[in-house]
């Protein structure tokens, strides 16, 4: 995906490049014009067209708009447990609608687990939740090839401390849509 | 000769009380635990080594005190100084109590390298046991009295050193991960790769010039082989989910690696250059942490199929899974010493992570750590030792404890965690 933007970016860029070539231009010159009285012209500006991509995102986008339940992508889990629970249920079914009604959208999940323990049990503890949260997606009408899981095990917290507090918040799956990662 | 060695073996596995800061590392190492006789040994200053820098006499010596065997006597300045040439003095050595004596000189060579000879005595036998001379450049002085170091303990306790060899481990300094590599004393530290990314699961290969690993440069985990001397990096797996968790057959010509394509965390046998993948476990649960027997016919892995993450092995070739570990809840990371005798693995013991050996012939199982947060033991190439990474004061950092339990070492870096270290192989 990154190559093909950077690809398009490239060609514009050579595109932009050809149209300015000294070649191209029309022959330098003085060019002599008598100082005639005309009407006043009008002042004109055009504003210029702001895309801010710092603030809210683009209209219409419902995985980024933080009032639509898309805009949420996170699925905690208990303690050594896989299994997807009740509250997170609505969220599932409705990236699961959104997958299916976007056939070209693509999403990584990315499963991640508390720092307690081996680094790559660790590793597994997040693949299987990253595996529950694809299941349940295209058991309800996902396609398979739209979804990759994968583990960030213990290596990538969101919280440091070595308390419970903070392991709950790391016992984690992350959905991410392309260009998000 | 066969005297000093009966002596020796009755101080094996003893405890010391000693503190010994090696100026420059990077890596300090303090030796903790209770005293106890220590073979006495007299290294004499070589005369000329001044030359050289860093003296090579007092790396020899840190190296044998740092084993737990030995304690290095401190030598007066004598006239003349005495080099592997002179005739021993057996008696006066004998005065000093020094059961073993090092003599040695340097010489600087026309060449502009160095020449460094050294002579081994035993002094309750009177009788020499052997030397060798090296021709050095300046940068080599770490690694010639490492060499020193490996005959004398090879001569002395008839096992070879290790102090020649190099462990790998990773640091964590703020948002950067660096992939480290030092001589056994922590000494010579060198990053082999820095990323943004986190960094994992370190491990030699057998001839001790490559490193595979897990990198999360992708935004999830790939394993690498690393080439330590030019630095070149090949994709081993990167298939589609995880990957991680790679071990050497013993030969080098193959990996076993951990591989979620086909759902779930499963292991798999591949080449070294990444090619004919081959899948050896089949479960539902979560197998992981392979590694191989020495003999290249065992794989033991982490496996949760009974419930509770526990200790398997089965055939290298793939084959029913055999249960390894039975007592306790959370048994994992097993790694094998290096005659295969021992299992050595992390183990949850009454709240606490810590390092276990399994005797695979008694079945005896016995804690060798006192710490709370063990995890990644790797063993000394001659399986005396154990390199650990635990948790101290909220730090990550590397620790070390002889087989027996019985000699712990602390390795902390000035700043950040340092963790997964692996010990490397012998290398010629």
């Known amino acids: ?121 660790n590793l597994g503890l997040g ?34 401390e070595h308390a419970e507090d903070c392991w709950a918040k790391n016992r984690r799956a992350d959905m991410l849509y392309s260009g998000e990662y | 000769m066969q005297a000093l060695l009966t002596r020796l073996r009755a101080f094996l596995g003893v405890v010391l009380l000693l503190a010994t800061p090696l100026a420059g590392a990077q890596l300090s190492i303090e030796i903790t635990g209770a005293g106890a006789p220590r073979m006495p040994i007299a290294v004499a200053p070589f ?66 390298r160095y020449e460094v000879r050294f002579r081994l005595y035993d002094v309750v036998k009177q009788a020499s046991l052997g030397g060798i001379a090296y021709t050095l450049s300046k940068e080599q002085v770490r690694a010639t009295a490492h060499r020193i170091a490996d005959f004398v ?65 992708n935004k999830k985990p790939v394993v690498y082989v690393h080439s330590l001397l030019d630095g070149k990096r090949s994709v081993i797996a990167n298939f589609r989910g995880s990957n991680s968790a790679p071990a050497w057959s013993p030969d080098g010509s193959r990996l076993a690696v951990t591989l979620s394509r086909e759902g779930g965390s499963q292991i798999f046998l591949l080449n070294a250059d990444g090619s004919s993948l081959r899948r050896l476990t089949s479960s539902a649960a979560i197998d992981t942490e392979p590694r191989f027997s020495g003999d290249g016919q065992w794989i033991y892995f982490t496996s949760d199929r009974g419930g509770s993450p526990q200790i398997y092995r089965m055939p290298a070739a793939g084959g029913e899974p055999q249960r390894v570990t039975f007592e306790g809840s959370y048994n994992v990371t097993p790694r094998l010493s290096p005659d295969g005798k021992t299992l050595a693995y992390i183990t949850l013991n009454e709240g606490k992570f810590q390092v276990a050996l399994l005797d695979l012939s008694n079945r005896q199982v016995q804690i060798i750590t006192d710490s709370d947060r063990d995890e990644s033991p790797s063993f000394a190439p001659n399986g005396r030792m154990i390199l650990l990474a635990t948790v101290i004061g909220g730090r990550g950092v590397l620790s070390a404890v002889s087989s027996d339990g019985r000699v712990k070492q602390r390795l902390s870096v000035t700043a950040g965690d340092v963790r997964e270290p692996a010990w490397g192989p012998f290398t010629e």
């Open chain 2, 47 to 112: 005369p000329g080594e001044g030359a050289l820098g860093p003296g090579i006499t007092s790396i020899v010596r840190a190296d044998l005190e740092r084993s737990g065997l030995f304690r290095g006597l401190e030598v007066p300045p004598l006239s003349p100084a005495p080099t592997e040439a002179s005739t021993v003095n057996y008696a006066e050595w004998r005065s000093r109590l020094a059961d073993a004596l090092v003599l040695g000189s340097v010489a600087a060579r026309p060449d502009g």
């Open chain 1, 127 to 160: 693949q299987r939740r990253a595996d529950s949260v694809k299941r349940a997606l295209t058991l309800l009408g996902a396609k398979e090839n739209q979804i990759e899981s994968v583990s960030l095990g213990e290596e990538k917290p969101v919280c440091a």
């Open chain 1, 1 to 121: 995906m990154r190559l093909v933007i950077i690809a398009t970016l490239a060609a514009a860029a050579a595109a932009a490049g050809c149209a300015t070539t000294p070649e191209q231009q029309p022959p330098a010159g003085v060019e002599e014009r008598a100082a005639k009285p005309a009407a006043p012209a009008a002042v004109e500006t055009k504003p210029i067209a702001r895309v801010d991509l710092t603030s809210k995102p683009a209209p219409g986008n419902p995985l980024k708009d933080p009032n639509n339940i898309l805009s949420r992508r996170s699925i905690y889990y208990d303690f050594d447990k896989f299994d997807i629970k009740d509250e997170f249920r609505s969220l599932i079914e409705a990236h699961a609608k959104y997958l299916r009604e976007s056939p070209g959208a693509k999403m990584l999940i990315q499963g991640n687990a508390d720092e307690r323990g081996s680094r790559e049990y």
């Open chain 2, 153 to 217: 303990y090879e001569k002395l306790t008839g096992e070879k050193g290790v102090f020649s060899t190099r462990i790998a481990y990773v640091v964590k300094r703020g948002n950067r991960f660096e992939l480290q590599i030092a001589d056994a004393d922590g000494a010579g530290e060198e990053a082999a790769l820095v990323s943004f990314e986190p960094i994992i699961s370190p491990a030699w290969s057998p001839d001790g010039r490559k490193l595979a690993y897990v990198s999360f440069e």
